[in-house]
């Protein structure tokens, strides 16, 4: 029967669905913006390797006494603001914050304190993960807002508060609870795993006139309670035809894994409907990837990404010769993230000798098509292994109308190194360069195109590229991506002998900081490096000068340079201190020392 109560949480929970479907629904896959993959390198960053020193958050000593001492100030929007400030600092790595539980505590039980100021306060003891003050979060629930409790609440579940399971349990029988109390209670019973309340989450789980929200919630809660005697409630669900119930029905098993278990969810993996198929997958991978392969061949082409996205993982693991066969197309996938995972396994299943020809086979049917996705990634798995065969078609693609396929055809040629080639390569960028210099060429593009291929020409040392890359060292406002390339690639080619023009060009360019319009950076670096290359000692006063920095990528360049060119060890700068000191609240003169945070502890909680 649909009770009074039920009614009004359908009422007042149809928004919030509607938005959920919204946003569930997948991207466009036909997007016309650019996004070049980052995983094809540029090797001028690698040679040499230029470590930065890196930084660290700090605080000032002396801010903490100014916000404990705010707590406790007349104005009651100071005490608000101090106590998130609280919370926002610890999140963020302040030690010693600990030492405010006593006064928000004292803050929470003030009589005249608004509900905005206790939910500040409660939210900065739950952050300093002040357990000691459980009682008193706790007792403050019993007139508290929703807010206060979505905050305390969960808190509260995880410090296994046995006073409150309870007041959970009882929210499961009564029918005028709310809809986000009786999501709160679900999910904090799952926490503290009250076995008490499988029932009536099952009973939950199972009322067709319930939200399909709730009997979700209460599904999940209940598989986290009993791992092993849900088949029964879930063979129930799953024949009843609907929906929601083949929904419910599978979400009972997603901690289960008898033989019994197994059969119902290879029964959902095929179900007509995305969501219950996909959880059934989902679920089956994690028992057993192999449990899901068999469903592959049929499931690795289904609408639906996430579906396409277990079958993958599954063929990665089942890894011979036919899951090959079946992950090729994959590289052509309108999901971005699921082609590249393809691409990327399918290059490390061609670690094995047995494998890799069949790799490359697909790969190659892949690259024959026009389908630009499909191009992309298999021009980085026939670059990655060096396929040389696969040369003519990568420069016929360094044409192709898709910027990302040109782009990703040229790493690839630089990628597999081909003599025979260059010749091909140099007129390409030789028709390319003067309007990649004059700014008029139709997308970025083809500057990352002629890096990747003046790239090529100086770990070649192909010195028929010389006249074309000399082009790119005068200072112009764009193509900074084939300049910095140009410049490295320079030096190699001329690498221990200079020629007698090209250093002073340099070393003008490594000193460009005019402010109104400074030398990119990049730019910068790259020629301190092929000023070493080159074996350019009257550059090192310039080198020796740029390199007290020591924390720039120029400085960093300038540093190996001049241990490049004269044998010396030169000081690293040592991680450089952050201050965090931007706060509502400061003192007017920030203490020294600071504190250093630690990011260990960030990264444990």
Not at 4 to 25: D, E, G, Y
């Amino acid at each position: 029967m649909l009770t009074q109560q039920t009614a009004t949480r359908h009422r007042l929970s149809m928004r919030p669905i509607l938005l959920v479907l919204l946003l569930a629904l997948p991207l466009a896959a036909n997007s016309s913006a650019v996004e070049f993959d980052d995983r094809f390198v540029h090797p001028m960053f690698h040679d040499p390797e230029l470590t930065p020193p890196g930084f660290k958050i700090v605080f000032y000593d002396n801010l903490r006494p100014v916000w404990f001492a705010a707590l406790l100030d007349d104005d009651p929007e100071l005490r608000r603001l101090a106590a998130g400030t609280i919370a926002v600092a610890h999140r963020k790595g302040m030690r010693g914050l600990e030492e405010a539980e006593s006064v928000l505590v004292e803050l929470l039980q003030r009589e005249d304190s608004d509900p905005r100021i206790r939910r500040a306060a409660a939210k900065a003891i739950v952050e300093i993960d002040a357990k000691d003050a459980a009682d008193v979060l706790a007792q403050h629930l019993r007139n508290a807002d929703l807010e206060y409790a979505q905050v305390v609440e969960p808190a509260l579940a995880r410090w296994n508060y046995v006073p409150m399971v309870e007041q959970w349990l009882s929210r499961l029988q009564e029918p005028a609870t709310g809809r986000v109390r009786l999501l709160l209670a679900f999910q904090c019973l799952a926490v503290v795993g009250e076995q008490t309340a499988r029932e009536q989450l099952i009973e939950t789980s199972l009322d067709p006139n319930e939200l399909t929200t709730i009997r979700l919630a209460a599904a999940r809660a209940a598989s986290d309670i009993d791992r092993v005697n849900l088949m029964e409630t879930s063979a129930s669900l799953l024949s009843r035809g609907t929906l929601v119930d083949r929904l419910v029905g599978t979400t009972l098993l997603r901690r289960h894994s008898s033989e019994q278990a197994i059969k119902l969810l290879q029964r959902s993996a095929v179900d007509q409907a995305p969501t219950v198929a996909g959880l059934a997958l989902r679920v089956l991978f994690e028992i057993d990837p192999k449990l899901v392969s068999d469903h592959a061949a049929q499931a690795v082409q289904h609408p639906d990404v996430n579906i396409r996205r277990v079958c993958a993982e599954a063929l990665v693991v089942r890894g011979d010769a036919r899951a090959i066969e079946l992950l090729a197309p994959l590289l052509d996938d309108p999901h971005r993230g699921l082609r590249r995972y393809v691409s990327d396994q399918l290059a490390k299943l061609a670690a094995s000798d047995e494998l890799r020809k069949t790799v490359i086979a697909e790969a190659s049917k892949v690259a024959s098509t026009e389908r630009w996705r499909g191009l992309e990634q298999a021009l980085s798995i026939l670059g990655r292994l060096d396929h040389e065969p696969s040369a003519n078609r990568m420069l016929k693609l360094l044409h192709h109308e898709r910027p990302e396929v040109g782009f990703a055809a040229a790493w690839a040629l630089q990628e597999i190194a081909l003599a025979e080639v260059l010749p091909e390569m140099l007129a390409y960028a030789s028709d390319n360069c003067d309007n990649v210099l004059a700014g008029t060429v139709p997308h970025a593009g083809i500057d990352l195109q002629l890096a990747q291929l003046c790239q090529a020409f100086g770990k070649q040392r192909y010195a028929a590229a010389e006249p074309l890359m000399r082009k790119f060292v005068p200072k112009v406002p764009t193509a900074q991506s084939a300049r910095s390339a140009a410049i490295w690639a320079l030096g190699l080619l001329h690498e221990n002998k200079a020629p007698q023009d090209l250093p002073a060009q340099l070393v003008q360019r490594l000193s460009d900081i005019n402010p109104l319009m400074p030398e990119d950076d990049t730019v910068r670096r790259m020629s301190a490096i092929t000023l070493a290359r080159m074996q350019s000692n009257s550059a090192l006063k310039t080198l020796r000068k740029f390199a007290e920095d020591r924390a720039s990528y120029p400085a960093l360049a300038c540093i190996w340079a001049v241990e490049a060119l004269t044998g010396e060890e030169l000081p690293r700068a040592g991680p450089v201190n952050v201050a965090d000191s931007v706060w509502f609240l400061a003192p007017i003169k920030l203490a020294e020392p600071v504190e250093r945070a630690d990011p260990s502890e960030r990264a444990n909680r």
